[in-house]
């Protein structure tokens, strides 16, 4: 069943065991310090049937993560913590990469000892923030300056050189979603008028330089993406998104990154609008390389979009939560298990909600 799910395929330098990805997901189960711990391990364990596991995202910097109990990669400590994670994953035959993440103004300043957070211009993200101590508005970023810029691109160079040293299969870049390369790409976050600002050649600048570093730490054929070329997303917006994710697809192109993923507006998407025009065919013009769908997939959605050959591969995230053998499920076409205490669960300490999915032959005992 789904035969077209479970052919195997090359992600770049990564052989996938079937075209079935586990999309990165947010879950904030660390220690203190956004340090990794046994727990994390287990989780990612359990999951390792998919074809390949993008990790939850990651912080690059305190700079940068503004999620409670969110992991991070910016010390050595971090480090070690996630050797716990690739070690279990690939005993148990899984492979998987690091989302690398920068959230830009998304970042609370009770994150950074009240310092305003970095974005592309000096903007205010709309809703609220999670932080350690509730809920609380967005407060206005301030305009990265060109240091500013040169820093992080160094942090995410120096981010995917621990995630190697860590032992992962490859690293993507987060540009999706609202935050900072987000911020960067979409007009209606950048207003700057430097070469990071204006045309959409400029705009995607940063995405560029920081995908180039990321090359320089691992290859073109283990560095990916994640964009969101759909509709708003967290306040961030373009007026023309053909052009401009035509101008991202082509600096995916030109690097020849191993994969690119798209978070797809679906029927009950978690990010932007619904009703927007789907930009997967235009990238897929452009960019020549394998190319992965998110969007609220069923099983047979996804043999379709496969066997169509609309995309290469289809990542599934919030299924994942409830289903750690999610992709053998549907290889033998059985049941998916509801979420269950969702969203209560997605983001509480402990093991509840996160480690105690039963596989599908605990679940038939």
């Given at each position: 069943m789904h035969d077209a799910l479970f052919q195997p395929i090359s992600l770049g330098a990564i052989e996938a065991k079937n075209r079935i990805l586990m999309a990165p997901l947010t879950r904030g189960r660390s220690d203190?310090?956004?340090?990794?711990?046994?727990?994390?391990?287990?989780?990612?364990?359990?999951?390792?049937d998919a074809g390949l596991?993008?990790?939850?995202?990651?912080?690059?910097?305190?700079?940068?993560?503004?999620?409670?109990?969110?992991?991070?990669?910016?010390?050595?400590?971090?480090?070690?913590?996630?050797?716990?994670?690739?070690?279990?994953?690939?005993?148990?035959?899984?492979?998987?990469?690091?989302q690398l993440w920068h959230m830009g103004r998304l970042v609370h300043p009770d994150f950074l000892g009240g310092e305003a957070p970095v974005s592309a211009s000096a903007t205010t993200a709309p809703d609220h923030a999670h932080t350690p101590t509730g809920r609380k508005p967005y407060e206005p970023a301030r305009e990265a300056t060109k240091a500013d810029i040169a820093r992080i691109i160094g942090d995410y160079a120096a981010a995917a050189q621990r995630a190697k040293d860590a032992g992962f299969d490859g690293v993507q870049l987060h540009g999706a979603n609202g935050y900072l390369i987000d911020q960067f790409l979409r007009g209606k976050t950048n207003l700057r008028t430097d070469e990071y600002g204006g045309s959409a050649q400029n705009r995607t600048r940063l995405l560029r330089e920081v995908l180039e570093a990321l090359v320089g730490v691992w290859g073109a054929d283990r560095v990916s993406?994640?964009?969101?070329?759909?509709g708003d997303s967290q306040g961030c917006d373009d007026p023309d998104p053909a052009t401009l994710f035509g101008a991202a697809a082509q600096v995916c192109q030109d690097l020849k990154l191993g994969f690119v993923e798209l978070r797809q507006p679906g029927p009950d998407g978690t990010f932007g609008a619904t009703d927007v025009p789907k930009q997967d065919a235009l990238i897929r013009s452009i960019y020549t390389g394998p190319l992965v769908l998110n969007s609220d997939y069923t099983a047979a959605q996804a043999e379709a979009d496969v066997a169509?050959?609309?995309?290469?591969?289809?990542?599934?995230?919030?299924?994942?939560?409830?289903?750690?053998?999610?992709?053998?499920r549907i290889r033998l076409g059985a049941e998916w298990a509801p979420n269950t205490n969702v969203?209560?669960?997605?983001?509480?300490?402990?093991?509840?909600?996160?480690?105690?999915?039963?596989?599908?032959?605990s679940a038939a005992a």
């Open positions: 203190p310090g956004s340090v990794p711990n046994a727990m994390i391990a287990e989780y990612y364990r359990q999951r390792s596991i993008i990790s939850e995202a990651t912080g690059i910097s305190v700079e940068g993560l503004g999620w409670p109990a969110a992991p991070g990669v910016w010390n050595d400590v971090q480090a070690e913590g996630w050797k716990l994670t690739t070690d279990a994953v690939h005993k148990a035959g899984g492979k998987i990469v690091m993406v994640r964009l969101s070329p759909n169509s050959g609309r995309c290469d591969a289809i990542s599934f995230g919030r299924p994942y939560i409830s289903n750690p053998d999610l992709a053998t969203p209560q669960s997605w983001y509480l300490p402990g093991p509840a909600g996160y480690i105690d999915y039963p596989a599908l032959e």
